[in-house]
C-alpha cells in the first residue's frame, strides 16, 4: 500500500464532525502551535511552569501586578481573596489593609470660627495613619459630617479631624458644642410615602441627593441608598418620597441613635533597618526610632481586586472598596487608604500617558453608582474633586446597566458595559475627556475577560470573541465555541480570567465550568498570528503578561503563584499534553489517533 504524506492542519475543530475534519485535530492539553515557513502551525506542548515564590499565599490570588521601585527592585502585587501581598526578592510581604467598625454614642466637640473637630471615641486607639469613613451624617456646631477625614490623634480615647468640603477647603463651626451631635431622624406617617429627615443645618435644596448608608427600619420601610430631596421645611428639616407606603406611624434615627464610623487603620513605617521583631508597637513614640503606638484593625477580605502602579507606589482597590496606596521605599508595613479617593469603587487602573487615576463604579457619597466614572488630577493622585484649575473630573455613561472593566489600551482607555464597549480619549481641558461608544451588542462577560496584546485588544462577550483594532470592533470565528460557552459556569463569570502571552503571541481565557464547583478549571486559547484555537484543562485565577520580573506570571486556587517558561528550570511542573488527530482513510474508514505532544 503506497504511503503519503500527511500534512496536519493547525488549529482545533470541533465545529466538524470526525469524518469531515480531515487530517484535523479535534482535541488537545496544553500544546500550543508555532508558525513555522510555510505559514503552518506546528504543535509542541506548552511548556511547564515553576513556582515563583516558594510560600503559599494562604487563599486564591485574583489579581497580579508587576512593578519597578526606584531602587530597581522588581515587585509583584498579589491581590487574594484574604490578603494583599508584595513580593520581592522570593519574600513576601503581607500588606493587607485593616479596617474596624464602630457604633458609638455621638460625641462631637466644636469651638465657634474652628474646622477642628474633636470626636470621644472610647478604646479607638488612633494614630496619624488612620483614616475614619463617617458613615452617619452628624450634625454639630452649624456642620455636617460625612465621608472619609484623615485623623490626628489626640489620646486612646479622642481623636481630631478637621471640616472641609467637596472641594477639600475648610468650613468651620459656627458655635461651641461640648461633647454634641446627632444623625438623622426618621418621621413617617401611617399610608404614605412620605419621610421627614430631621437633620440641623442639612443644607440641603429641593433636588439634592440625599446617601443612607446604614440601613435603618422605620415604620415597615427599609431605608437604605440615595434619595432625592422632594421638599425643604426649614433649615433643619426636608423630605424625601419613599419606595412604599409606610405601614404604621414611626420615628427612628438613622444606626439606632449612634454614629457609625468605619476605621482605616494605618501602622506607620518601621524605622530603618529595624525589622518586625525589633520592638514591640508600644515601645516608642514617633521621635523614638521605633513604630509608633497603634491598635491594629482586623485585614480585609476581597472577592477580586484591581491593581496598578504609580510610579513606584503599589494603587489597589479592593472589589466595591477604597482606593488604597504602599510606597516600598518609604517602609510602610500595610497598604493605607487614600482618604480624598471615592469609598466605593468597582476598579481602577492609572491612565496613561498624562498620568490619572481612573476609578469605575464610583460614587460621590457612599452609595455606589455602576456607570459612574471617577478620575484624579494629572499627577496628583490625592485630587479627585474637579475644578476650574485642575483636570479631575467625572462623567456617567448614558447607557448599559453597569461598567464591567477598564483597561489602559492603545492610545486610550476602553470602557465594556455589559451592552457594548465605549472609549475614554484624554483630550485635555476644560472637558479632560472624550467619551464614545464604539461598539454595541459586544458587551463584556466577565471583569477580567479583557486584554491588550500587540496593539489590539481582545474581549470574550456573552457568547462569542471579539477584537478590536484598526477597523473597529469585529467577532472572531472560533471552531471550538461549544467547548467554552456550553460548559461555562455562568453563576460565576466574575472568575474568568483573560491570560495574554506576547512571547508566543497567544490569548487565552480561563473559565469556571458547570463542574468545577465555581472555581477555574479549563481555558480556551486563541493564536493571534495562526488565527487558531485550541484548548485544554489548567487552573489560572490571576495573571500578568511578561513584565519586568520576566516571563507570565498566573495565581491558582491552591494558593500558590507560577512563572510560566518554556524550558525547564528549578523544578519543573507540567500535565499530560496531547493532540487527537483525525485521518480519513476511505469512504467506510476514518481513524482518530491519540498523539502524546
Not at 515557513?37 to 503559599?56: A, D, H, S, Y
Not at 477639600?168 to 404614605?192: E, I, K, L, M
Not at 412620605?194 to 427599609?222: C, E, R
Not at 487603620?265 to 514617633?286: E, F, L, Q
Request: hydrophobic content about 40%; proline content about 6%; overall charge negative.
Amino acid at each position: 500500500m503506497p504511503h503519503q504524506a500527511l500534512k496536519l492542519i493547525p488549529g482545533v475543530d470541533q465545529n466538524r464532525t470526525l469524518a469531515l475534519n480531515e487530517a484535523a485535530i479535534s482535541n488537545t492539553n496544553l500544546v500550543r502551535f508555532i508558525p513555522d515557513r510555510q505559514g503552518l502551525g506546528l504543535v509542541q506542548k506548552l511548556g511547564g511552569w515553576t513556582k515563583f515564590v516558594t510560600e503559599n499565599i494562604g487563599s486564591t490570588p485574583r489579581a497580579l501586578w508587576a512593578w519597578e521601585d526606584t531602587n530597581n527592585n522588581a515587585w509583584l502585587g498579589v491581590g487574594a481573596e484574604s490578603s494583599l501581598s508584595a513580593i520581592v526578592d522570593g519574600g513576601v510581604l503581607d500588606i493587607t489593609p485593616q479596617t474596624t467598625t464602630a457604633n458609638i454614642s455621638v460625641s462631637f466637640n466644636t469651638t465657634a470660627g474652628s474646622d477642628i473637630i474633636t470626636i470621644d471615641a472610647t478604646g479607638s486607639g488612633l494614630d496619624a495613619y488612620d483614616v475614619v469613613d463617617i458613615r452617619t451624617q452628624v450634625s454639630v456646631g452649624g456642620l455636617v459630617l460625612f465621608g472619609l477625614y484623615q485623623v490626628y490623634p489626640v489620646s486612646s480615647d479622642q481623636f481630631q479631624i478637621h471640616a472641609t468640603d467637596f472641594y477639600g477647603n475648610p468650613v468651620y463651626a459656627t458655635g461651641p458644642v461640648p461633647g454634641g451631635g446627632a444623625v438623622p431622624v426618621f418621621d413617617v406617617t401611617s399610608g404614605s410615602a412620605v419621610v421627614t429627615v430631621t437633620l440641623a443645618d442639612h443644607g440641603f435644596v429641593v433636588g439634592d441627593t440625599f446617601p443612607i448608608l446604614v440601613s435603618t427600619n422605620v415604620g415597615g420601610l427599609d431605608l437604605y441608598g440615595n434619595y432625592i430631596v422632594s421638599s425643604v421645611t426649614s433649615s433643619d428639616e426636608f423630605t424625601f418620597n419613599a419606595k412604599n407606603s409606610a405601614d404604621t406611624n414611626d420615628t427612628q434615627s438613622e444606626n439606632g441613635g449612634d454614629v457609625q464610623f468605619i476605621y482605616y487603620n494605618g501602622v506607620g513605617p518601621a524605622p530603618i533597618n529595624a525589622g518586625y521583631g525589633h520592638g514591640g508597637y508600644g515601645t516608642g513614640g514617633y521621635g523614638a526610632g521605633s513604630v509608633s503606638p497603634s491598635i491594629p484593625g482586623t485585614p480585609i477580605t476581597a472577592q477580586d481586586w484591581t491593581l496598578d502602579n504609580w510610579g513606584e507606589i503599589f494603587i489597589s482597590n479592593p472589589l466595591n472598596g477604597p482606593v488604597y496606596n504602599w510606597s516600598p521605599t518609604q517602609n510602610n508595613p500595610i497598604a493605607t487608604v487614600i482618604p480624598t479617593a471615592p469609598s466605593v469603587n468597582a476598579g481602577v487602573l492609572v491612565a496613561m500617558p498624562q498620568r490619572q487615576i481612573i476609578a469605575w463604579g464610583s460614587t460621590f457619597n457612599g452609595i455606589q453608582d455602576q456607570l459612574l466614572i471617577r478620575w484624579t488630577d494629572v499627577d496628583n493622585y490625592t485630587s479627585w474633586a474637579g475644578t476650574v484649575t485642575n483636570q479631575a473630573g467625572s462623567f456617567r455613561l448614558s447607557k448599559g446597566s453597569k461598567i464591567v472593566e477598564c483597561i489602559q489600551g492603545p492610545q486610550q482607555t476602553l470602557v465594556w458595559t455589559d451592552l457594548g464597549v465605549w472609549s475614554m480619549q484624554y483630550v485635555g481641558p476644560p472637558y479632560v475627556y472624550q467619551f464614545n461608544e464604539i461598539g454595541t451588542g459586544c458587551g463584556l462577560i466577565g471583569r477580567k475577560a479583557a486584554a491588550s496584546m500587540n496593539g489590539v485588544v481582545y474581549w470574550m462577550g456573552q457568547s462569542q470573541f471579539f477584537r478590536l483594532g484598526g477597523g473597529g470592533v469585529e467577532p472572531i470565528t472560533c471552531p471550538i465555541w461549544d467547548v467554552i460557552f456550553q460548559d461555562l459556569d455562568t453563576n460565576n463569570l466574575n472568575k474568568i480570567r483573560v491570560a495574554p502571552n506576547s512571547r508566543f503571541g497567544e490569548i487565552s481565557w480561563y473559565y469556571p465550568t458547570t463542574s468545577s464547583n465555581g472555581e477555574i478549571a479549563k481555558y480556551v486559547k486563541y493564536n493571534i498570528i495562526l488565527n487558531q484555537w485550541d484548548f485544554g484543562t489548567l487552573s489560572r485565577t490571576a495573571w500578568i503578561n511578561e513584565s519586568v520580573l520576566g516571563p507570565p506570571i498566573g495565581g491558582a486556587p491552591n494558593g500558590f503563584i507560577y512563572q510560566h517558561r518554556n524550558v525547564a528550570i528549578g523544578v519543573l511542573y507540567c500535565q499530560f499534553s496531547y493532540v487527537i488527530v483525525n485521518i480519513h482513510v476511505n469512504s467506510e474508514t476514518n481513524m482518530s489517533y491519540f498523539v502524546h505532544a
